[in-house]
């Protein structure tokens, strides 16, 4: 394999620490860095949505001028920052009328209408931004649906600006495709001979990570099961067939995790750090979250933690219809999230009378990472899983995961064999709720009866490592080959 430096711009719509709304987020403030250790020359796009105060960012004197169809030539500021602890830069799209909003996608209760055209123009500004930077890519990557117009883009509107690049798209989760009115088209200036059902039509709409996966030179998703997952009806998402004929260019690469923020010898959240060489700071964290929690400060009882998304996706019903039974045993639970309505509302009120639960709806880092090390099991029963970061860090704390064997979940975590001793967590894979009452129970079980064996595998489970360093090797290779693609 060739060791050439690329250039890399990589795209995506959210990105830690300056805008966050799950692991995508993550992913693109990590990988780009682990690229740029290895020597790439990489350079981070996202929108600047208004919670991203200005103040901390660089301002460019030049606007940006983004083509949107017949609106002719929309203007937009460009910021520049830094990825926190790198020299990695990351350019921040700026434009009121798309951007200048509280959420990303949403308002709370239902998707912005015009979320098609934001992305489209934020996918344009990509392109017009690399030429006023005078930045030549070899590799645009763009990521889930938001940005899975760039690929088709290289290959039309932009062909003759950056005829030595190729594209790479991430899919993080299939079940989000960016699906608009097909008059989206016309502000994308492809031009109606890509409205087939082989690229962008999907049921009379246009499906944008449809097109992406059909124009992208390379594909990849975040596990390796999920790369198979996707291909089947039970995952695909109406998508199988199409992901089936593009499998050829289709990679899984398992994410990586950033222990700069993630491990307990220096995480700056928690109330006592710790390591494999001395656990006493976990017991600390322990009494710290149920405090937090306000349940009863006491070390010896089962504590399990969940973080996440409270949406179908999580396996959030499944957990909802286990609960109650749950609670009548001698454990505590504790969750943190946000989402659909009803699952809010359930667990808000298991908290008036449950005195060993305890409940944070809203969104907090803080308590993301007192969870990781306070709690004993970590619980992410997933319907699906592309890859699932937070049970990578519950292994680094000694949190031992409780989840469904299905996508990353499935790569990640190893059954526990109380006949060997191995394993790093505990599985299951009927999605019913019997399955999951019956898993927990039993990793209770073995927190309160098999001591021994429950220790052995926390020590295991915190010295297993998560490059990005590996991942970012692969992505090496899926960059060769995208480029090869085009003869590059
Ligand atoms: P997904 O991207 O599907 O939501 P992941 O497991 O890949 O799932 O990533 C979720 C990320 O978002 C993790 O870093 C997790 O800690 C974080 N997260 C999710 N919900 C919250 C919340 N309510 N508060 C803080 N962090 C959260
Ligand atoms: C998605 C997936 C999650 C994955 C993350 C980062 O949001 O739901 O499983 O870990 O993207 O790739």
């Known amino acids: 394999m060739s060791n050439r430096k690329l250039n890399i711009l990589f795209a995506a719509s959210e990105v830690t620490p300056f805008a966050k709304t799950g692991g995508l987020a993550d992913v693109a403030s990590a990988l780009p860095k682990a690229l740029h250790e290895l020597g790439h020359n990489v350079k981070v796009v996202m929108p600047r949505y208004y919670l991203i105060n200005p103040d901390n960012l660089e301002k460019l004197p030049a606007p940006l001028g983004v083509p949107m169809g017949c609106m002719g030539e929309l203007w937009a500021g460009v910021y520049r920052s830094k990825l926190p602890n790198s020299d990695v830069e990351i350019y921040f799209i700026d434009h009121e009328n798309y951007f200048g909003r509280d959420g990303l996608y949403d308002n709370g209760y239902e998707s912005y209408n015009d979320n098609g055209d934001r992305f489209i123009f934020f996918s344009k500004a990509v392109f017009q931004l690399a030429k006023m930077l005078n930045f030549v890519p070899d590799i645009f990557h763009a990521n889930d649906w938001h ?5 088709a883009l290289l290959k ?6 950056f005829a030595y690049a190729s594209s790479v798209l991430t899919i993080h989760n299939l079940q989000h495709q960016g699906i608009f009115d097909k008059e989206l088209i016309k502000l994308m200036e492809i031009g109606w001979e890509h409205y087939t059902p082989f690229e962008f039509e999907s049921m009379g709409n246009i499906n944008l990570l449809k097109g992406g996966i059909a124009m992208a030179d390379a594909i990849t998703t975040v596990s390796h099961k999920y790369a198979q997952e996707i291909q089947t009806l039970e995952y695909g998402f109406g998508l199988q067939w199409h992901i089936q004929a593009h499998s050829y260019k289709l990679f899984g690469i398992l994410n990586g995790v950033d ?18 060489k001395d656990m006493q700071g976990k017991k600390v964290c322990k009494k710290d979250l149920q405090k937090t929690f306000n349940l009863p400060q006491n070390e010896d009882i089962a504590l399990i933690g969940f973080v996440g998304r409270f949406v179908e996706q999580k396996g959030i019903s499944l957990i909802a219809s286990v609960i109650n039974s749950l609670l009548d045993h001698n454990i505590q639970i504790v969750m943190l999230g946000t989402g659909e309505k009803w699952a809010e509302d359930f667990f808000n009120h298991l908290n008036f009378y449950r005195e060993n639960f305890g409940i944070y709806i809203g969104y907090s880092n803080e308590i993301a990472h007192k969870i990781e090390a306070g709690a004993d099991m970590f619980l992410m029963p997933s319907l699906f899983e592309p890859c699932g ?7 680094r704390y000694g949190t031992l995961p409780i989840v469904r064997a299905t996508g990353g979940l499935d790569d990640t975590i190893e059954n526990f064999d109380i006949e060997t001793g191995k394993g790093n ?9 019997p399955a999951l009452l019956n898993t927990v129970l039993w990793a209770v079980d073995t927190f309160y009866n098999h001591k021994k064996e429950f220790n052995a595998m926390q020590k295991r489970a915190m010295q297993e490592h ?3 360093i590996d991942s970012a090797k692969e992505y090496e290779k899926v960059y060769e080959y995208a480029l090869k693609q085009k003869g590059l």
Do not use: C, M, V
């Open 425 to 433: 967590g505990f599985k299951f894979y009927d999605a019913t709720p």
């Open 389 to 395: 970061l937070n049970q990578i860090y519950s292994l």
């Open 466 to 468: 998560f490059s990005w």
């Open 259 to 276: 222990y700069s923020e993630w491990d307990p010898l220096h995480d700056r959240y928690i109330a006592k750090n710790y390591s494999i």
């Open 156 to 161: 039309t509107r932009f062909r003759h600006d």
């Open 147 to 151: 940005t899975a117009a760039i690929p």
